[in-house]
């Protein structure tokens, strides 16, 4: 079964920067985009954006445009999420999941999900 | 940004009880209507994709239905394990992939 597993929990004060990393058991990951999305306390889920593992290609989240970056790594099967310029309300449990390539119609189709990362931006 | 809104927020019901959720899109986003369940402390799983197809493993209690700006999610026979909270997701436009409130299901 395909696995993804995410780092641990940071703490991080406002303004500063936090990179999270996804690592997927996945042999066929260029068929496969890895998206993130985010669960702050209480709040609904929000989808942050996603990235091409086959070609590295990224689309984000107008919500997040200019703060975030994502980055995958081949020889360590590992997409990485940076997000930047912190604040209070980035205080959430960030997730990593899955969206097949193969059928476009399934991309945005969340199959997979990371065991989550809890992010707290506090001073 | 295409809204999604689910209701009820939360309702109470007991074990062997037909359960109906619903999600309204605020435009039509034909069958990219897809749902997930979430317990407490765990990430969300993957029930129903496209508005009615069931995702491999998931028990035949559940199903979907709808198409446009109108979509439900039943649970035939709610079991035990089946309290947990549920949300919508739309995949129509992916230039803003949005998700509902979410409806917590708790044991009456």
């Known amino acids: 079964q395909v696995q993804l597993v995410q780092s641990g929990a940071e703490v991080k004060k406002p303004g500063a920067s936090v990179k999270l990393s996804c690592k997927t058991s996945e042999t066929s990951f260029t068929k496969y985009a890895i998206h993130w999305v985010r669960q702050a306390p209480g709040q609904r889920l929000e989808w942050m954006g996603w990235i091409n593992a086959a070609n590295e290609n990224t689309k984000y989240s107008q919500n997040f445009q200019g703060r975030v970056t994502m980055t995958w790594d081949t020889p360590a099967s590992t997409a990485y999420m940076e997000l930047s310029s912190l604040r209070s309300e980035d205080t959430a449990v960030y997730y990593c999941?899955?969206?097949?390539?193969?059928?476009?119609?399934?991309?945005?189709?969340?199959?997979?999900w990371g065991q989550g990362t809890m992010v707290t931006v506090s001073s | 940004d295409i809204q999604m809104t689910q209701s009820p927020s939360s309702l109470s019901a007991s074990v062997g009880d037909r359960v109906t959720i619903t999600c309204r899109a605020s435009q039509s986003i034909s069958t990219y209507l897809n749902w997930y369940q979430q317990k407490p402390g765990e990430a969300p799983k993957l029930l129903i994709y496209a508005a009615s197809n069931l995702q491999s493993g998931v028990p035949s209690r559940f199903s979907g239905s709808g198409s446009g700006t109108d979509f439900t999610l039943t649970i035939g026979s709610l079991q035990p394990e089946d309290f947990a909270t549920y949300y919508c997701q739309q995949s129509y436009s992916t230039r803003q992939i949005t998700f509902g409130q979410g409806t917590r299901l708790e044991i009456k």
């Open positions: 999941v899955r969206g097949s390539l193969i059928v476009v119609e399934t991309l945005y189709v969340f199959d997979i």
